[in-house]
């Protein structure tokens, strides 16, 4: 009986006992009462009436009312506990269950009778006649109930912990990262940091040597896109070229680092690994109107260098780091949003599966995201292949269970919103969600055979009255403490089978030196998030190295980047891992430390030259003998776009999704929600519609945002040719490039195509560049011209043609 109380409703009026309209006649097991029982206050007491009560009601509770209001619920769902007569009488949040000797008056009659004023319980199917007149007659005869007040705790089977072997603990993500001696090696003219020791002494020992630095232009524009994901403009080359200090490219880092710009490309990075989406998608597409609140936050995060470990920690748990009065209280709610952003089921028959199914996508995002474990494998059974039982499943499951991220679990569900201002507008916000809750789910789950025209319009005036008034308010998307209980381990992941109870915690091959232990009446959110960050774990800092070395280097130290176990591969370099996990710790977890730490080193300024004879030696180059060449990103390939061609909006923040919030999208709505991609903002900040993702972004391999993706699959198919050359995007750009060359470029064609080259590829021009690009001007221009054009339109016309064939080059597409 999920949510019985989740709304706030007055007690229907007391009336003359009666049952209410809808409720059945007596018969069946009713009439058993009537004719054994009289209507007195002695019955209460009867040993008979006692008898009757084990035999006939309480089995109905504990089938169909105790998987969330029984004596393993905690406080109960919505505060409501039905094992005591005690917990009926004193009810949840909107009062007592029962009135003893008045069904009519009593809120458990109406939602066991689907009463449309009340939420129907049990949700997924009314109980049948004889049932609910069963329990209407033990109301009526003021509630019998054993003295003891509660019933036995049923006999659970207990499912044994699986052991963990001497090989599980040496596995080595297992291990405490250790400080390595720095490697010796012969070629110490190539060293710049401590970084390139470790991968030049496992090139010499298999006789390689490192390809030659890149040049200047290659570099500056490697490293651009890298903390950007925007070319470098000819003048920024130009002061790089011409700057002949001996630290001139740090210099250009630190410049680099310290643009709002970095955040942009940087937050990118994390918003696919939190699975970041405007919208829920799955069957019902929900908008996420405070989404965006998220993603402003992480991209602040990152121009701040706001210390790692304190990014994880508010993620999991800010709500419950900081105060209403605390300076951060703001960014730390909206930080919470991670846990929310997943796709999320709010329309399910079956809420006590619906809220696991949710827990469950929350704890394999975590667990992948920070640890880079698929510890959600073990739901249903030990993990296969990693030692993860079910009982370390149900550890971190009964955190996240104990955390509040719906309001209610029914058909049509809504998500949490907290009021980022003060306590009286989130009491207004909290207000409000229950008038918005309690119409809409008359709407959707109420009798809609004896609803008027006139009715339903009135209730969704007060939804759609509700959220007008909501909207004044700055609100999050972010989850908080709710009915605080430890779970039981599922047998095969089926909540209709629960075994015994598992204390909240982490898997014990992470759990370290100390014990994990959560404080009374705390979901274990904030120890969890503070365990996250601990000395004792060996995985939180070996992850974010991994991923920040894969966003430069191409591919992680562990390719696999979202999975260390045993299925996952194993690192390249674990010396050169453990170093930079230190590295980062004694840093002050600062990732822009690692940026100058990776960046500075000659490993990354290598060229990407092939050499044949190290290739013959390792072909996937997992020694890292060359820099690899990449094609740009979406958002990149978008951004340059109209970065070269002076349209790009460089405002940051906001909000862009035209659509309210928990609205349904519809195929229209997506539709408009993608026409905000006309705007000339960089991608990150237009909308990302689960179910209905801009044909731009999936023809250029975004990657799902159902799931955490720590690294992008960069394909080569048909489609990204074709856009780049019938695109209206590629139409706009090429022709404002070609207006530009022939504004700004002189008369000239040799100068025209040599200021082409500078703004579009960041090089220059060879001679035989220019000699062949003149040729192809002239011959377009005599072709236009042929076909009635005017001069001028001619010439456009031939530029724009130039600049269209530069747009599809590898030299544009592909970061060297």
């Not at 040049?215 to 002949?244: E, K, W």
């Not at 891992?577 to 600062?590: C, H, K």
């Not at 905000?676 to 801009?694: A, C, D, F, K, N």
Request: aromatic fraction near 8%; charge should be positive.
């Amino acid at each position: 009986m999920t949510g019985l109380y989740a709304i706030a409703r007055q007690p229907p009026p007391a009336g003359t006992g009666r049952l209410p309209r809808t409720a059945p006649r007596p018969t069946g097991l009713l009439l058993f009462w009537v004719c054994f029982f009289p209507m007195t206050a002695v019955a209460r007491d009867n040993p008979r009436a006692i008898e009757v009560f084990e035999k006939t009601v309480r089995p109905l509770l504990v089938k169909h009312c105790y998987e969330c209001h029984g004596p393993e619920s905690g406080a109960g769902e919505s505060e409501l506990r039905l094992d005591s007569l005690a917990g009926i009488l004193k009810g949840g949040k909107s009062g007592p269950a029962v009135v003893p000797g008045k069904p009519g008056s009593s809120l458990l009659m109406h939602a066991i009778n689907h009463d449309p004023t009340v939420t129907a319980m049990p949700p997924e199917k009314r109980l049948s006649r004889a049932q609910i007149a069963t329990l209407a007659r033990w109301v009526a005869i003021k509630p019998p109930w054993p003295v003891a007040g509660r019933a036995a705790k049923p006999r659970r089977p207990r499912v044994a912990e699986s052991g963990i072997t001497d090989a599980d603990r040496r596995f080595w993500a297992f291990q405490t990262p250790r400080a390595p001696q720095l490697p010796q090696v012969q070629n110490q003219a190539w060293v710049r940091n401590p970084v390139d020791p470790f991968l030049l002494s496992r090139l010499e020992a298999q006789g390689l040597a490192p390809a030659e630095p890149a040049d200047r232009r290659t570099l500056i524009r490697r490293a651009t896109f890298d903390l950007h994901g925007l070319p470098p403009t000819p003048d920024q080359v130009h002061r790089f070229l011409n700057d002949q200090s001996p630290d001139a490219f740090e210099r250009v880092v630190e410049r680099l680092l310290n643009s709002p710009r970095y955040g942009e490309k940087w937050g990118r990075h994390w918003l696919d690994v939190a699975r970041y989406s405007d919208s829920n998608g799955m069957d019902d597409n929900i908008a996420f109107a405070d989404a965006w609140r998220y993603r402003d936050y992480v991209i602040s995060v990152f121009n701040q260098d706001t210390p790692y470990d304190q990014f994880v920690r508010d993620q999991v748990a800010g709500d419950l780091l900081t105060t209403w009065n605390a300076p951060r209280r703001s960014d730390a709610v909206v930080a919470t949003t991670f846990l929310m952003l997943g796709q999320k089921q709010p329309s399910a028959d079956d809420p006590v599966k619906q809220q696991l199914d949710i827990v469950d996508e929350q704890l394999d995002t975590l667990t992948r995201a920070f640890l880079a474990m698929t510890v959600a494998c073990a739901r249903c059974h030990d993990h296969k292949f990693d030692p993860y039982s079910q009982r370390d499943y149900y550890a971190l499951a009964g955190i996240l269970r104990s955390t509040t991220s719906m309001l209610s679990f029914r058909v049509d569900a809504k998500f949490n919103v907290t009021a980022l201002t003060n306590p009286a507008d989130n009491a207004v916000v909290s207000r409000l969600e229950q008038q918005m809750d309690r119409h809409d789910d008359v709407l959707v789950n109420g009798n809609k055979l004896d609803m008027t025209a006139e009715l339903r319009k009135s209730h969704t005036d007060e939804v759609n009255a509700a959220y007008e008034k909501m909207s004044a308010i700055p609100t999050a998307m972010a989850v908080e403490d709710g009915a605080v209980a430890d779970m039981p381990v599922l047998l095969r992941g089926n909540h209709l089978t629960p075994a015994d109870l598992v204390a909240r915690g982490v898997p014990r091959i992470l759990a370290g030196s100390r014990s994990f232990s959560v404080a009374a009446g705390a979901s274990g959110r904030r120890e969890l998030a503070a365990w996250l960050v601990s000395p004792d774990n060996p995985l939180t800092a070996r992850v974010m190295v991994n991923r920040i070395w894969q966003w430069h280097m191409g591919t992680g130290i562990v390719a696999s980047v979202d999975n260390f176990g045993r299925l996952g591969q194993r690192p390249q370099n674990p010396e050169l891992l453990d170093w930079l996990a230190i590295r980062f710790v004694e840093s002050g977890w600062s990732i822009k430390a690692m940026h100058r730490l990776i960046m500075c080193s000659s490993a990354y300024r290598m060229s990407s030259r092939e050499n044949q004879a190290a290739r013959q030696v390792d072909p996937e180059n997992r020694l890292l003998w060359r820099m690899p060449s990449r094609r740009l990103q979406a958002e990149e390939l978008r951004d340059s776009l109209l970065a070269v061609s002076g349209q790009l909006d460089n405002t940051m923040g906001g909000r862009t999704l035209p659509i309210r919030n928990h609205k349904i999208m519809s195929g229209s709505e997506i539709s408009k929600c993608n026409a905000v991609h006309q705007q000339p903002r960089r991608t990150i900040y237009l909308p990302v519609i689960r179910s209905g993702l801009h044909e731009f972004l999936t023809t250029f391999d975004f990657p799902d945002p159902s799931v955490p993706a720590g690294r992008r699959h960069a394909t080569t198919v048909a489609p990204q040719a074709l856009y780049m050359m019938n695109a209206p995007l590629i139409d706009t750009s090429a022709q404002r490039v070609a207006r530009l060359l022939m504004k700004s470029a002189g008369t000239g064609i040799d100068d025209r195509v040599r200021a082409a080259y500078a703004l579009l590829l960041a090089r220059q021009a060879a001679p035989v560049d220019v000699s062949q690009w003149k040729r192809f001007i002239d011959r377009r221009m005599q072709l236009a011209a042929a076909t009635g054009l005017q001069p001028d339109a001619a010439e456009l016309e031939a530029w724009e043609s130039l600049v269209r064939v530069l747009f599809s080059s590898n030299t544009f597409i592909y970061v060297q």
